[in-house]
């Protein structure tokens, strides 16, 4: 079975950090393209990073730019998301996705929550 | 940023009807459009890629069309299962943009 596992979500205080992890299982992860997408409470979807099959290539939405680093780990089929200076408008569902072109994301997990709160 | 607006923002149907949402985008591109399905509590699921080729696994009545700047996703006849909030996605360039949803009710 395809299948993407997000951890690493939870109640964490304005300006602090939090690292989101994602495991992939089920299909080849090194030729996936890999993105984290996430979606505020009641509201829609907004891509936040992308990072390339061999992980060379990295893009950032401007609303985290410079706040998170995406990274991957192809030997254990993992993604991460370094999330630091945290605050409360990046409360959300984070979602991995994943693709194997063109952009699309054909593979999602089921999502991590995070809750920046004092 | 290229700016996708979907319309409309909600639409009531009945089963069996046919129902097109709109994706217009800021800008024109070919090609590097998806559409996704998302129901309450659920991640989002790939419907249409490149702009009209259909995801395995996802019924016929779902299809994709358009290009330049104008984006249609039908579903040619509605079933109940269909209840969900739809969205539209470019990947033409950095960064990647979604259409703020479209609510599709069973009435």
């Known amino acids: 079975e395809v299948q993407l596992v997000e951890s690493g979500g939870g109640l964490v205080q304005p300006g602090g950090s939090l690292r989101l992890s994602c495991v992939g299982s089920?299909?080849?992860?090194?030729?996936?393209?890999m993105n984290w997408v996430r979606q505020a409470p009641g509201k829609g979807l907004e891509w936040i990073s992308y990072?390339?099959?061999?992980?060379?290539?990295?893009y950032y939405a401007d609303s985290v730019k410079g706040r998170v680093t995406i990274s991957r780990d192809n030997a254990k089929n993992a993604l991460s998301l370094q999330m630091n200076g945290l605050r409360a408008e990046d409360t959300a569902v984070y979602y991995c996705?994943?693709?194997?072109?063109?952009?699309?994301?054909?593979?999602w997990g089921n999502g991590t929550t995070v809750t920046v709160s004092s | 940023a290229i700016r996708m607006t979907q319309s409309p923002s909600s639409v009531s149907a009945s089963t069996g009807d046919r129902v097109t949402i709109t994706c217009r985008a800021s800008?024109?591109?070919?090609?590097?459009l998806a559409w996704y399905q998302q129901k309450p509590g659920k991640a989002p699921k790939l419907l249409i890629y490149?702009?009209?080729s259909l995801q395995r696994g996802v019924p016929s009545r779902f299809s994709g069309s358009g290009s330049g700047t104008d984006f249609t996703l039908t579903i040619s006849s509605l079933q109940s299962e269909d209840s969900a909030t739809y969205y539209c996605?470019?990947?033409?360039?950095?960064?990647?943009?979604f259409g703020q949803g479209t609510k599709v009710e069973i009435k």
């Open positions: 996705a994943g693709g194997v072109g063109y952009g699309y994301m054909a593979v």
């Open positions: 089920g299909f080849t992860f090194s030729v996936y393209e």
């Open positions: 990072i390339s099959m061999s992980g060379s290539t990295k």
């Open positions: 800008q024109d591109f070919n090609t590097y």
């Open positions: 490149a702009t009209s």
């Open positions: 996605q470019q990947s033409y360039s950095f960064p990647w943009t």
